[in-house]
């Protein structure tokens, strides 16, 4: 993914960085373009606290807006982000009840019709500006049907790497409506 972000952030971007984990994307985009508005978030609040750390130690903190919160709840505005990149919990599994905090399970299960990211698809679009674009990680044990989603965005399949049991697949989405 952060190969890919070097091609993909344009000047001026407002980039959400979902799900920023440790907050290597939303670092690393900071570093590619000096004009760009960074946004990190995460359903983690101890990720977040975290990915605060490593950008105090890269410097950049000054840079990212680090919010905790679960997909797009934390936004009110809508058509807001030039980009959006999201490397999801890619792992069919159930989701685990979010009451009992089990923030490492959910950095892997995405619940087994893929809840995440069809949540995610569904959300992202009316929070993307016009020709917005989104950078998604995938992976082949997913169930997503991307013909429900045929007219609202475009899918472009920018690179995949093979692993023991599956493909993970870097895919640029684009909204079209
Ligand atoms: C596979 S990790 C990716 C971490 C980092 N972005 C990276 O590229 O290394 C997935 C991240 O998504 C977060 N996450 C899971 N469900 C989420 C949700 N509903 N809203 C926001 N973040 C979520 C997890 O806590 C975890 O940090």
């Known amino acids: ?11 001026k971007d407002i980039i959400l960085d979902l799900g920023t ?7 690393t985009a900071t570093t590619l373009k000096d004009d760009v508005r960074v946004i990190a978030t995460d359903i983690n609040p101890i990720a977040v606290k975290n ?9 950049v903190n000054e840079r990212i807006e680090f919010i905790h919160g ?4 934390p936004f009110l505005k809508k058509e807001y982000f030039n980009l959006i990149i999201f490397n999801p919990p890619y792992l069919p599994l159930p989701l685990p ?26 959300e992202s679009n009316s929070y993307l500006k016009e020709n917005g674009r989104i ?3 995938i992976s082949t044990l997913s ?9 609202t965005y475009s899918f472009e399949r920018l690179s995949e790497r093979a692993f ?3 493909k993970l697949i870097l895919l640029k989405i684009t909204k079209v409506r």
């Open 21 to 27: 984990g440790c907050g290597i994307q939303a670092i």
């Open 51 to 59: 990915a605060v750390k490593n950008a105090k130690l890269n410097n």
């Open 143 to 151: 169930n997503i049907d991307f013909k429900r989603w045929e007219g």
């Open 70 to 73: 679960d997909l797009f709840q």
């Open 1 to 11: 993914m952060a190969d890919y972000l070097k091609h993909e952030i344009r000047s």
């Open 97 to 122: 009840d979010q009451k009992k905090q089990d923030w490492i399970s959910l950095a892997w299960a995405q619940g087994i019709g893929s809840d995440i990211i069809q949540r995610f698809l569904l």
């Open 135 to 137: 950078l998604l990680i």
């Open 164 to 166: 023991f049991f599956e």
